[in-house]
């Protein structure tokens, strides 16, 4: 998949708040300005990993910080947010049926994506427990039975594992990141940013 000059690259994690919160705002800002989304699924565990970093959640003095602030950032931009019991979960499964969908309809894919970061951030869907995930994809009108093969299937892993190659490989260390014109942002608090290059180009 490759980008144009009027795409925004939006790299997200199923588990990240933060990406949540970006996945319900990035399309109507993206439209205002004539642009179109490219979303990409990527592991924070592969980002963290080639950085040398944590989730901040891993540490106890930011732990309670971090909580606090997906709350309030939810609230702040309007967006129903109910912390999930099981935080943070593994959400590779999810990745690779997206990825799968994003080979044939981008749009689906992120209609798909939309739809579990929804479950698990306000429902609080485990999207790491397979039952879960296959009612989910059942609930978006896949084939259960289909989707899960998909998750175990060596080729959708290894399309997942290229993709977080190739986000690393571009500098992407967390989630939600933007990269617009080649230029970064990382994380939900630069949509001002975001929107201010998008008016009025680079500064």
Same mark, same amino acid.
């Given at each position: ?51 040398? !970093? ?78 879960? !995930?296959? +009612? ?15 998750? +175990? ?16 490989? !571009? ?33």
């Amino acid at each position: 998949m490759t980008s144009t000059p009027r795409t925004i690259d939006f790299y997200f994690d199923f588990s990240s708040p933060y990406s949540y919160i970006a996945s319900e705002w990035i399309e109507a800002l993206a439209a205002r300005h004539g642009r179109t989304v490219s979303w990409r699924a990527i592991l924070l565990g592969a980002t963290f990993q080639a950085a040398e !970093l944590k989730s901040p959640v891993s540490y106890p003095l930011k732990r309670e910080y971090s909580f606090l602030d997906f709350e309030r950032s939810a609230r702040f931009a309007g967006v129903p947010l109910k912390m999930p019991e099981k935080f943070p979960i593994a959400t590779q499964n999810a990745a690779r049926i997206f990825w799968w969908l994003n080979g044939s309809d981008e749009a689906r894919a992120s209609a798909w994506a939309r739809h579990c970061l929804r479950a698990y951030f306000a429902r609080g869907v485990d999207l790491s427990d397979p039952a879960a !995930l296959r +009612g989910l994809c059942e609930e978006f009108g896949l084939d259960g039975a289909q989707a899960q093969d998909i998750c +175990g299937d060596p080729a959708w892993k290894a399309s997942l594992k290229a993709a977080n190659d190739a986000a690393i490989a !571009l500098g992407v260390f967390g989630a939600p990141f933007f990269i617009i014109d080649g230029e970064p942002f990382w994380g939900n608090d630069r949509r001002a940013q975001i929107e201010r290059w998008l008016e009025k180009g680079p500064f």
